[in-house]
């Protein structure tokens, strides 16, 4: 059996689409079983807008929708994204069936002036990394608003382009810091560049960061029984109560929001937030049996609203 998958052509996608395929192929070569995997390469919008912020034309589905299309159309028989790229609601006739096992969630702070002192662990506050008046690059409306809680007078600059554009940036003293994915740098052999790693339960992750998921047909039945071995099932309903969370709070990708979810001893526990361009900000938890993932997270964002989080929102479109 050959299988086309379709995926980005950066760097850090096609290591993501290499990984895909080999853990496929090497799991039924171990069943003495031929499966193939072609690799194919799709720029998408997204890839092609590197000078302005993808809120301003639609968010991180740019990412997706030249790939989907070439689900439906049969050119790929599957798609291998970022799931933090995938918008909430997937087009009808196509899901998302496989997650790998979930990488290092948090992001990372890549500082200008390196501290004496590597920092290990889970950091909770960057005071003195941070100080007034320093330039930070992201174009991330989440990172944005949990750095500008806790930090007074940091100045956000937009940062766009890979990986390698980006950490550039940083060393040629564009900013004093860039916020990235720790997941994506420890994929491509960068996290010596990673000065602190931020505690996902302060520092909120994106919905589904550190994640790679696998998108195919829902009619595509035997691509769903040879997809089968490659999912995390721990993984999978922690992101999916992510998911749900996001989905009911039904915001646009404007709004700076997070949310993110792990498993302990049969429960699933979701902290999530909301916030706005205009600084106000709620957070909540919730957790329960991990069986019932979606309506536990649904459930969180039922809390959220409950305590104001739609007119929160509603002023990141004034």
Excluded: W
């Excluded at 086309?4 to 850090?12: A, D, E, I, M």
């Excluded at 506050?125 to 500008?148: E, N, P, Q």
């Excluded at 996902?200 to 919905?207: D, E, F, N």
Aim: aromatic share 8%; proline share 3%; with cysteine.
């Amino acid at each position: 059996m050959k299988i086309k998958l379709g995926t980005r052509g950066s760097r850090l996608a096609l290591y993501q689409a290499n990984l895909v395929k080999s853990r496929l192929e090497s799991h039924y070569e171990s069943l003495n079983e031929n499966i193939r995997v072609e690799i194919i390469t799709v720029k998408t919008t997204g890839d092609k807008i590197l000078n302005a912020s993808l809120s301003s034309f639609g968010g991180k589905g740019l990412f997706v929708k030249e790939i989907e299309e070439a689900l439906f159309s049969g050119d790929i028989d599957i798609a291998v994204h970022s799931l933090k790229d995938v918008p909430q609601v997937i087009p009808e006739g196509l899901e998302i069936g496989v997650t790998l096992k979930r990488d290092d969630p948090s992001d990372c702070i890549i500082l200008k002036e390196k501290p004496q002192s590597p920092l290990t662990g889970y950091i909770q506050d960057l005071t003195g990394f941070l100080k007034r008046g320093a330039i930070v690059g992201t174009s991330s409306l989440r990172r944005r608003s949990l750095l500008d809680r806790y930090y007074e007078g940091l100045i956000f600059e937009p940062l766009r382009g890979n990986i390698d554009t980006r950490l550039e940036k940083v060393k040629k003293g564009f900013f004093d810091a860039i916020v990235l994915s720790s997941s994506g740098l420890a994929r491509l052999n960068l996290q010596s560049y990673i000065d602190a790693y931020l505690d996902p339960s302060i520092y909120i992750p994106q919905c589904g960061q550190g994640v790679i998921a696998v998108e195919y047909r829902t009619d595509r039945d035997d691509i769903k029984e040879v997809m089968k071995p490659l999912n995390d099932e721990d993984t999978f309903k922690a992101v999916f109560a992510e998911r749900a969370c996001i989905r009911a709070l039904d915001c646009g990708c404007a709004s700076p929001v997070g949310a993110y979810a792990y498993i302990k001893d049969g429960e699933i526990y979701i902290k999530g937030f909301v916030s706005n361009t205009v600084g106000e900000y709620l957070e909540d938890e919730f957790k329960g049996n991990k069986e019932d993932y979606e309506n536990i997270g649904s459930g969180l964002a039922l809390m959220l609203i409950e305590k104001g989080a739609i007119g929160i929102l509603g002023k990141n479109n004034l």
